[in-house]
């Protein structure tokens, strides 16, 4: 894991491209900034969430994968983006009438998957609306703030997003008071739940203190 620096304005970050099994490229580098070069040609808001949008943020950890976020209305241009760029969907695309709000690509050079979620309402289209730009892997894209990826990650109960919100929290490096404006704002009925998942993340007992020598007693 390398890390990032701020570059005019913006956060660079270079993300885990070796696989710390194989010792091989993961191709992570070049399906993102194909990806990304793509959608900046688009007419279309977007943004970079998930662990890229995290690490460059300033939390970089190990990610496979790029996650991208469009408004529902603009899933079928976005579909059609990731496609002329050599992606390829892996599962179904939905139509117009019925679209689906998560669409897995694949990029056939490298393995590497791109997820692009269709949002239908907020927090992702705040998120999507709001998003600043920075560059990754030397391209230029919108990207999720902390503040945002914060509201992401409450309404997941997948392990690496709980994980991702408290590290978020107890890093410092974001603006607990303003997510939680944001929150109220948009869903107040969420606010004791961000109460609670922010409590637990700035609780966490310390870890239990080492064996002497090093050795487990019997």
């Known amino acids: 894991m390398m890390p990032f620096e701020q570059v005019r304005g913006c956060l660079r970050v270079d993300l885990l491209v070796t696989d710390p099994v194989t010792g091989r490229k993961t191709g992570l580098t070049a399906t993102v900034r194909r990806t990304l070069k793509a959608l900046a040609k688009a007419r279309f808001p977007y943004c970079v969430i998930g662990a890229t949008a995290l690490a460059v943020r300033g939390l970089p950890r190990m990610t496979r994968d790029l996650d991208i976020a469009v408004v529902i209305d603009d899933q079928r241009r976005a579909?059609?983006?990731?496609?002329?760029?050599?992606?390829?969907?892996?599962?179904?695309?939905?139509?117009?009438?019925?679209?689906?709000?998560?669409?897995?690509?694949?990029?056939p050079?490298?393995?590497?998957e791109v997820d692009l979620?269709?949002?239908?309402?907020?927090?992702e289209t705040t998120v999507i609306?709001?998003?600043?730009p920075a560059t990754v892997f030397?391209?230029?894209?919108?990207?999720?703030s902390l503040e945002h990826l914060?509201?992401?990650?409450?309404?997941?109960?997948?392990?690496?997003?709980?994980?991702?919100?408290?590290?978020?929290?107890?890093?410092?490096?974001?603006?607990?008071?303003?997510?939680?404006?944001?929150l109220r704002e948009m869903h107040r009925?969420?606010?004791?739940?961000?109460?609670?998942?922010?409590?637990?993340?700035?609780?966490?007992?310390?870890?239990?203190?080492?064996?002497?020598?090093?050795?487990a007693h019997p």
């Open 150 to 182: 914060l509201l992401l990650y409450l309404y997941s109960n997948q392990p690496r997003h709980l994980g991702d919100f408290a590290s978020i929290v107890q890093s410092g490096k974001a603006d607990l008071k303003k997510a939680g404006r944001l």
């Open 79 to 107: 579909v059609d983006v990731l496609r002329s760029s050599g992606l390829r969907a892996r599962t179904p695309v939905g139509s117009e009438d019925d679209p689906e709000p998560m669409v897995v690509f694949v990029d």
């Open 138 to 144: 030397g391209a230029r894209a919108p990207v999720a």
């Open 117 to 123: 979620l269709a949002a239908n309402g907020n927090p």
């Open 189 to 215: 009925e969420m606010v004791p739940d961000w109460n609670r998942r922010v409590k637990q993340a700035l609780s966490t007992p310390p870890a239990p203190p080492r064996p002497k020598n090093g050795r």
């Open 129 to 132: 609306r709001e998003a600043r």
């Open 109 to 112: 050079a490298t393995g590497v």
